[in-house]
């Protein structure tokens, strides 16, 4: 019998080690999740990642309303060049004649509007590349605060979390390398 007490005894020092093990796993789990917290301000995991799957898409949508800006004041410059030529080509024919002259006055007219629209539309792409750069700032400052967590969380021989922030950010900043040549 007290063979039986051994063996049992055994078992139950293996039942609390794995116990002590899990114990363990929690605790790092939860410290990371506080550290999170603190970092991201939102105390549910679900919202941590909406959060980082929403500035991802809000990353994509300033990447594409820059690069529309862009190609809009492109073709605003070539417009306006080309309205230029026109007023030049019909100030160099003659100011003679009064059908000539309020054709000047349109295409001036014309170009004048032209350089308003796109000066407005140099303003609105400024403004989105600003925001852009805001955000992957944004993105950078959570991934700067996540990286310890991150840490702990990969140490020792649990399975490696995936890397969803790395990801995002190397996806924005391939985006971020087509919007900077303009």
């Known amino acids: ?9 055994g078992q139950d ?7 002590e093990e899990q114990e363990e796993k929690i605790d790092v789990y939860e410290k990371a999740f506080r550290r999170i917290r603190d970092a991201t301000g939102v105390g549910d995991v679900n919202e941590v990642i909406e959060k980082i799957v929403g500035q991802e898409g809000t990353t994509d949508n300033l990447v594409a309303l820059s690069k529309k800006n862009q190609e809009r ?5 070539r417009q306006r060049d080309e309205l230029r030529r026109s007023v030049e080509d019909l100030q160099c024919i003659g100011s003679d ?3 000539r002259r309020k054709a000047v ?3 001036e007219m014309r170009l004048n509007e032209s350089i308003g629209n796109l000066t407005r539309y140099q303003d609105k792409h400024d403004r989105y590349v600003s925001s852009l750069f805001s955000v992957k700032a944004g993105i ?20 490696a979390l ?21």
């Open 162 to 182: 995936p890397d969803v922030i790395s990801s995002s950010s190397s996806s924005s900043s391939s985006s971020s390398s087509s919007s900077g040549a303009r």
């Open 97 to 99: 004649s009064p059908h």
């Open 1 to 9: 019998m007290t063979r039986r007490g051994s063996v049992m005894s």
């Open 105 to 107: 006055d349109e295409k």
């Open 13 to 19: 020092m293996h039942i609390d080690r794995l116990q």
């Open 140 to 159: 950078k400052h959570l991934q700067d605060k996540l990286e310890p967590a991150r840490r702990d969380l990969n140490a020792g021989s649990r399975p």
């Open 73 to 77: 004041i492109e073709h605003l410059v």
